[in-house]
């Protein structure tokens, strides 16, 4: 995903006018800035949380890198966001990192041309898919080619960077079809029209954008007391924007450099649940069987995934 080069990051400071509560920490945030379902994370930081929640481009591997003394910069970075595939890659060599809120979920598509003789699924055989195979639009694609008795090994994947290109990479027929995340799918169709083939992942895999942290983090009791209230200021975020989309999408489009008509044309392929997914462990579990056969490594046990997920958090954030 690209950086955002020029970006206003006042706008991404909280400076709320808004009720909050006091006594709260400032709070370091990274999470891709070019991504949309970040939205209710910089409508929280903006407008909801008013100590100051500053969120700069990343992920979560700002929580997992080693920092000088050896123990991560969790000590630096409290929270970061990123869908479930990353928190399961990088939790192998740091199992203390913990998923604490489900944000948003994004419905995924492949998009491909009708011309490369593709009408259904089991067409994509042999055929070239621009996709980033260690992400979650990855898993995405090997759960929808699993439906036509298909795996990577029937496809010739090509990585294309940056993800922008995909959708002119597709209409000057270098590849035969994309999987990727929003709003580039959404690009790939406005770019070949009436040529294009959609098969949406409905049903077979859906995106968990989900906010996290470390365990050190959570046993800080001022951290955690702030990561308790920016919950809050997510949940309400998120409650703002399903009433009314329009300023987190202004303000998703201002720091991710998409244009207004890309952010509106995949808006509905977005939910903001800011809850923790009920089947959270259940996604988690599946998706390590793939993880771990990429990796060659034995898949973690449920038991093991489910230190993964802190609901204590929310739970709290929840109380009056």
């Known amino acids: ?15 709320s006018t808004m009720g909050t509560e006091s006594g709260l920490p400032p709070l370091a945030i990274r999470g891709s800035t070019a991504t ?22 990343g992920g979560i591997g700002d929580l997992a890198a080693p920092g000088p003394s050896g123990q991560g910069v969790g000590e630096s970075v409290d929270l970061a966001t990123h869908a479930e595939t990353q928190a399961l890659r990088y939790s192998v060599s740091r199992p203390d990192i ?45 759960r929808m080619l699993a439906q036509a ?15 922008e290109n995909m959708a002119g990479a597709l209409a000057r027929r270098e590849v035969d079809a994309v999987a990727i995340w929003e709003p580039h799918a959404g690009n790939a169709v406005h770019a070949i029209g009436d040529d ?31 990561i308790v209230a920016f919950i809050r200021a997510v949940r309400a975020s998120a409650e703002r924007t399903r009433r009314d989309p329009a300023p987190a999408q202004a303000l998703v489009a201002e720091t991710s450099g998409l244009s207004s008509d890309e952010v509106l044309r995949a808006w509905p392929t977005l939910a903001f649940p800011a809850r923790l997914a009920p089947d959270l462990l259940d996604v988690l579990v599946a998706e390590e069987e793939w993880l771990a056969a990429q990796d ?16 204590s958090v929310y739970e709290e954030a929840l109380r009056p």
């Open 1 to 15: 995903m690209r950086a955002v080069a020029g970006l206003s990051w006042a706008l991404l400071t909280g400076c």
């Open 36 to 57: 949309l379902e970040i939205a209710p994370v910089l409508l929280a930081a903006r407008d909801h949380y008013g100590p100051g929640a500053t969120v700069k481009n």
């Open 98 to 142: 913990r998923i604490i809120l489900t944000v948003t979920e994004g419905r995924y598509r492949i998009v491909a041309r009708r011309s490369a003789g593709i009408a259904d699924l089991a067409d994509l055989k042999g055929k070239r898919v621009a996709t980033l195979a260690t992400t979650s639009a990855g898993y995405f694609l090997a």
């Open 149 to 163: 008795g298909l795996s990577f090994a029937d496809i010739e994947p090509v990585r294309i960077s940056p993800i």
């Open 196 to 226: 294009s083939i959609e098969f949406a992942g409905e049903g077979v895999y859906r995106e968990l954008f989900n906010l996290n942290t470390t365990a050190a983090t959570l046993a800080d009791p001022q951290k955690r007391k702030g």
């Open 296 to 311: 060659k490594r034995p898949p973690r046990s449920r038991a093991t995934l489910a230190q993964l997920i802190d609901a």
